[in-house]
């Protein structure tokens, strides 16, 4: 157990609907992640954050869009949603302070299916 | 950004067998760590090694920052490696915490 928890496990919706993918890092964690794998493109960095503030983006879609609360909890918010969407979506967490090295740590992902 | 390449892209191994994984970098990097993702989708935290050598049981590691590659050895495998090992890299230029992984190398290990 990483101590990363993600929500919901899986997830089935319909094309045009939008969905929420929730994330609690570990314990300490400031930095969150988000990921985004598929068979095609394998896994892609979508957005991090840093003890609330966005601190870097990849490949995230404008339908896409993400925050981290203050309690460092964090959501992905995925909206008009296409079946090439679906995907296997991480959370990773990491304390990202200067020294300890950045050594991220992953949950067991959300599997969305859209249909 | 940072390009990261793994090889073999494949690899079917008899169980007791030893193997190496390749990682290559383009770039200077900040951050390597390796990563095994089971059967069941679950990315395991493998090694945290920007440079150096650390070994974890059957598993090791050994990376060379100056000519940007990392090894993973396996050695005795079991049925229970089986997966996928990915390489992960924050590259010195890139933006902090934005982690390129590469393609994953798909191992089997069989009875």
């Known amino acids: 157990d990483s101590g990363v928890t993600q929500t919901p496990k899986h997830l089935i919706t319909a094309t045009g609907q939008r969905v929420t993918l929730r994330c609690s890092p570990r314990?300490?964690?400031?930095?969150v992640y988000w990921y985004q794998q598929s068979l095609d493109q394998g896994l892609q960095f979508l957005i991090q954050?840093?003890?609330?503030?966005?601190?870097a983006k990849g490949n995230i879609l404008e339908r896409f869009s993400a925050q981290q609360f203050p309690d460092l909890h964090s959501e992905l918010n995925l909206s008009s949603l296409e079946l090439g969407d679906s995907a296997l979506y991480f959370c990773?967490?990491?304390?990202?302070?200067?020294?300890?090295?950045?050594?991220?740590?992953f949950g067991e992902g959300s599997w969305l299916t859209v249909v | 950004g940072i390009q990261v390449e793994q090889s073999p892209p494949d690899l079917i191994l008899q169980e007791g067998a030893n193997s190496t994984l390749r990682c290559n970098f383009s770039?200077?990097?900040?951050?390597l760590q390796w990563f095994h993702q089971n059967p069941w989708g679950q990315l395991i935290n493998l090694f945290y090694?920007?440079?150096g050598t650390k070994q974890n049981g059957r598993l090791s590691a050994t990376t060379v920052a100056t000519e940007r590659y990392s090894l993973l050895y396996i050695s005795s495998s079991q049925t229970t490696d089986s997966g996928v090992y990915f390489c992960?890299?924050?590259?010195?230029?890139?933006?902090?915490?934005?982690?390129?992984f590469g393609a994953g190398t798909q191992v089997v290990v069989t009875p």
């Open positions: 770039d200077s990097v900040n951050n």
């Open positions: 954050y840093y003890n609330g503030e966005e601190r």
């Open positions: 990773a967490s990491s304390v990202a302070s200067v020294g300890s090295g950045n050594t991220i740590y």
């Open positions: 992960a890299a924050e590259g010195a230029t890139d933006s902090w915490g934005k982690f390129q």
């Open positions: 314990s300490g964690d400031l930095s």
């Open positions: 090694i920007p440079s």
